[in-house]
């Protein structure tokens, strides 16, 4: 895909380069970046890096952890159904 080095700029040959389509979704200026551990990424690429989903990391964020808490592994919470006495509900074994 065509990127243009300047934004402001015209669309003309010095100031085009074809990228990749997730090195162009990422030069977005609407991206969320995040800086951690001495790099600054979008949350898309700390997402790959992490094995998170990208909405884990950002309801994470926006629900006041730290971003070492945003970007930490799941813990495996075993869940299990109880069929009576709890109305069914999901309970932490």
């Given at each position: 895909?065509?990127?243009?080095?300047?934004?402001?700029?015209?669309?003309?040959?010095?100031?085009?380069?074809?990228?990749?389509?997730?090195?162009?979704?990422?030069?977005?200026?609407?991206?969320?970046?995040?800086?951690?551990?001495?790099?600054?990424?979008h949350v898309a690429?700390?997402?790959?890096?992490?094995?998170?989903?990208?909405q884990t990391i950002?309801?994470?964020?926006?629900?006041?952890?730290?971003?070492?808490?945003?970007?930490?592994?799941?813990?495996?919470?075993?869940?299990?159904?109880?069929?009576?006495?709890?109305?069914?509900?999901?309970?932490?074994?």
């Amino acid at each position: 895909m065509k990127h243009r080095v300047d934004n402001d700029g015209n669309y003309e040959p010095e100031n085009c380069v074809w990228l990749h389509r997730d090195k162009q979704a990422a030069n977005k200026s609407n991206n969320h970046r995040i800086a951690y551990q001495g790099e600054t990424l979008h949350v898309a690429e700390w997402a790959r890096r992490t094995g998170l989903h990208v909405q884990t990391i950002l309801w994470r964020l926006q629900n006041g952890r730290t971003i070492d808490e945003a970007l930490a592994p799941v813990k495996n919470v075993v869940r299990r159904k109880i069929a009576r006495g709890n109305g069914g509900k999901f309970i932490r074994a």
